[in-house]
């Protein structure tokens, strides 16, 4: 990564600059990370999965090197738009992070897949492509909001972190009607249910950056202010967003 000049510390606006640059290339290397998880739950590669591992390292020390810097900036005299992006930016790393956090999980989800032998049924299969689609729609949305700062589009993002959350425990209540009646073994238990808990765990990380970005609209940030936010998601759209997300992505038992 690119060092972050600590001579601009004294320059505020040069400083977020450099910290923008710094966090969207962060996002994008998490971003990779995942969709290469994703592709291994399918067809492992040992070269995925390092370079999985690698990526994970590298986001790591953008967190790290990012906060510290952003608290040295944020300890200057800051105009509200500044004081703004510095909020935001301290509020979004820990979820870039994160999110690479669980790409890793997802990696060794799929190595044990592969070593093994793991089989899921058929309508197992059909379910993790379902779910794992919408979490592909999720991330997608959520780091382009971001990157663009669009708070339109990050508001598209709630609906469907709570439609993922109701697939997540439809999903594990039909895995444990296949584990009763034999049709998936234990060991395929496990697995499904790592994978679905990894999944939400991506969704509300996806949320948190949606949240943070309207939240963040307001003088201050706390509890109140997120939901607040969350409460003005909740509107006729949200519930336009949500049917329309129910249908894209339907379970069909």
């Not at 909020?87 to 060794?108: C, M, P, Q």
Request: hydrophobic share 40%.
């Amino acid at each position: 990564m690119k060092p972050l000049e600590e001579r601009f510390i004294n320059y505020p606006s040069l400083a977020i600059e450099q910290c923008r640059n710094a966090i969207n290339d962060m996002a994008t290397k998490a971003k990779e990370s995942l969709f290469l998880s994703f592709r291994l739950i399918d067809k492992f590669s040992h070269e995925n999965y390092d370079r999985i591992q690698l990526i994970e390292k590298t986001v790591d020390k953008y967190e790290d090197r990012i906060g510290t810097y952003l608290l040295k900036v944020n300890s200057k005299e800051l105009n509200d738009k500044q004081n703004e992006s510095i909020g935001k930016f301290l509020h979004t790393i820990t979820d870039f992070e994160r999110i690479s956090d669980h790409a890793v999980n997802l990696a060794e989800a799929a190595k044990e897949i592969c070593e093994k032998k793991i089989v899921f049924s058929s309508d197992a299969v059909n379910e993790l492509h379902i779910i794992g689609s919408a979490v592909e729609e999720i991330v997608t949305i959520a780091f382009e909001s971001f990157l663009e700062n669009d708070l339109d589009l990050a508001a598209r993002i709630e609906p469907l972190e709570e439609l993922i959350d109701n697939l997540c425990g439809e999903l594990k209540l039909h895995h444990v009607q296949r584990l009763k009646t034999g049709i998936c073994s234990i060991n395929s238990g496990f697995v499904f249910n790592d994978i679905l808990n990894d999944y939400e765990r991506i969704a509300d990380h996806c949320s948190n950056i949606a949240v943070a970005m309207i939240a963040l609209e307001s003088d201050s940030f706390d509890a109140h202010a997120y939901l607040d936010s969350v409460k003005r998601l909740k509107t006729e759209n949200y519930a336009k967003y949500f049917e329309a997300y129910s249908r894209k992505y339907m379970i069909v038992s």
